[in-house]
C-alpha cells in the first residue's frame, strides 16, 4: 500500500516523456548515399585537423556509416575493444567532449580524460611536443580541445597516434561541421544529389562571425564541399564588427562555388529562411563570450513553417527555450546525432580501414 505522501512524491517525480522534435529517422538518408567503404579507408591512422580535408564522398561515406550507426546502435557493439581514447580537454565542454566519449564506450572502447591541463606535466613547464610523445605510448587516438589555436599543430609534431581537433581557439572545429551538416542531410537527404533542382536547395542563414567563431568558420568550409545545396548562406551579424571574414576566408568560400552574402537586418530575413544556425559565443580578448546580443529567437519569431533551427553550443540568451517544443527545434537532434557522425569517423581512424569496410 503506498501512503498519501507516497503517492505525491509518485506524482512530483513522474517524468513527462517530451516529445522529440527533429529526430528524423535517418533511413532516408541512408537510401540516398550508394556505399562504397573505398573513400573512408585513406582515413586510417588520419589527424582530423579543418574541414578542408575531406572531400563529398568520404563526407558522404563517414554520414552513411552514422547513419547506419544510428540505425541500428545494437548491431556495431565493440569494434574499438581493447583501444584506449585520450580525451584532453583544456577548455570547457559539454557536448563535444561526452558525445566523443560516448561514441568511443558505444564502439567498446577505454578512455583516459584529462579536463584540466594543470593536472598535467604541462603545468611544470613539459611542452606539448613531449605530451604527444607521451601520448603514443599510453593511447591509439587523441581527441584535444584547446584555447590556443597552435596548441593542435605542437601536439601534431610528435603524435604517430591520430589526433582529432575538438575545437583550437577560434580556428576551427572540424567534427561540430560534420554533425552540423548530416543533421541538416537527415532533414533534406536530396541535398546529397550532385544536382539538386533549383527549387530544392535551401537557403541557410548563418548567426555569427566566420574569422572569431570556430563552428561558423568549419561549417562554412564543409558548406563549400557541397555548394549544390545551398541557394544562399547568409552571414547574419549585429555589425559591431568591422570585418567578419579573415583575409582569403571569403575568397576560398566563393571559389568553391558557395553563394555567401551578409547582412545586419536579421529580424526581416529571417522569416524566409529554410535554415537559421544560430551562434554566439566567440573569443574576446582573453576569453569566450557570448555576444551577438542583439539577436535572439524566441516564441515570437516569426519563421517559415517548414524552418528549423540549428545551435551547435552551449545556449545563451540568443536562444529561447520558447522553441524547445516547436518542429522548429533540430538543435536538440544535431547534439544526438554527432555521437554516431563521432562514432564513423573514430571508426576509420582507428579501426584498419578493411575491417570498416566489413563493417559497413
Ligand atoms: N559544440 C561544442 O563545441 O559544444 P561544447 O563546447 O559543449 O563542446
Not at 300 to 307: I, M
Amino acid at each position: 500500500m503506498v501512503n498519501e505522501q507516497e503517492l505525491k512524491e509518485t506524482v512530483i517525480f513522474e517524468r513527462k516523456k517530451p516529445d522529440v522534435f527533429g529526430d528524423a529517422h535517418p533511413k532516408a538518408l541512408l537510401r540516398q548515399i550508394i556505399e562504397n567503404g573505398e573513400y573512408l579507408m585513406p582515413l586510417d591512422n588520419q589527424h582530423v585537423v579543418s574541414s578542408d580535408q575531406f572531400d563529398s564522398n568520404t563526407l558522404l561515406q563517414l554520414f552513411r556509416l552514422a547513419a547506419k550507426f544510428e540505425s541500428n546502435p545494437q548491431r556495431f557493439s565493440t569494434p574499438l575493444q581493447g583501444k584506449i581514447l585520450i580525451s584532453a580537454f583544456y577548455e570547457p565542454s559539454t557536448r563535444t567532449r561526452l558525445s566523443f566519449e560516448s561514441a568511443w564506450h558505444r564502439l567498446g572502447g577505454d578512455i583516459m580524460s584529462i579536463t584540466d591541463r594543470s593536472t598535467t606535466g604541462i603545468a611544470k613547464g613539459e611542452s606539448l611536443f613531449d605530451v604527444g610523445e607521451m601520448f603514443n605510448n599510453y593511447g591509439d587516438c587523441v581527441v584535444l580541445r584547446d584555447r590556443d589555436v597552435q596548441s593542435l599543430f605542437e601536439m601534431i609534431e610528435s603524435l604517430r597516434i591520430p589526433i582529432i581537433n575538438a575545437g583550437n581557439g577560434i580556428d576551427e572545429h572540424p567534427t561540430q561541421a560534420m554533425a552540423d551538416l548530416y543533421t541538416i542531410f537527415k532533414w533534406r537527404p536530396e541535398l546529397v544529389l550532385k544536382d539538386v533542382p533549383e527549387n530544392k536547395k535551401i537557403r541557410i542563414g548563418v548567426i555569427g562571425v566566420p574569422n572569431m567563431m570556430r563552428t561558423v568558420r568549419s561549417l562554412l568550409k564543409i558548406f563549400a564541399i557541397f555548394p549544390q545545396a545551398f541557394s544562399e548562406v547568409i552571414i547574419m551579424h549585429d555589425g559591431s564588427n568591422d570585418e567578419i571574414f579573415d583575409p582569403e576566408q571569403l575568397e576560398q568560400l566563393k571559389k568553391a562555388g558557395l553563394n555567401v552574402t551578409e547582412t545586419t537586418k536579421v529580424r526581416k530575413l529571417i522569416t524566409e529562411l529554410d535554415v537559421i544556425y544560430i551562434n554566439s559565443i566567440a573569443w574576446i580578448g582573453d576569453t569566450y563570450t557570448h555576444f551577438q546580443e542583439k539577436i535572439r529567437l524566441d516564441g515570437k519569431t516569426k519563421l517559415k513553417e517548414s524552418a528549423i533551427v540549428l545551435h551547435p553550443l552551449a545556449r545563451g540568451d540568443e536562444l529561447s527555450t520558447e522553441l524547445d517544443e516547436t518542429q522548429h527545434n533540430w538543435y536538440f537532434a544535431q547534439a544526438r546525432g554527432a555521437v554516431f557522425v563521432r562514432m564513423a569517423l573514430l571508426t576509420c581512424l582507428v579501426q584498419r580501414a578493411e575491417r570498416v569496410i566489413d563493417v559497413i
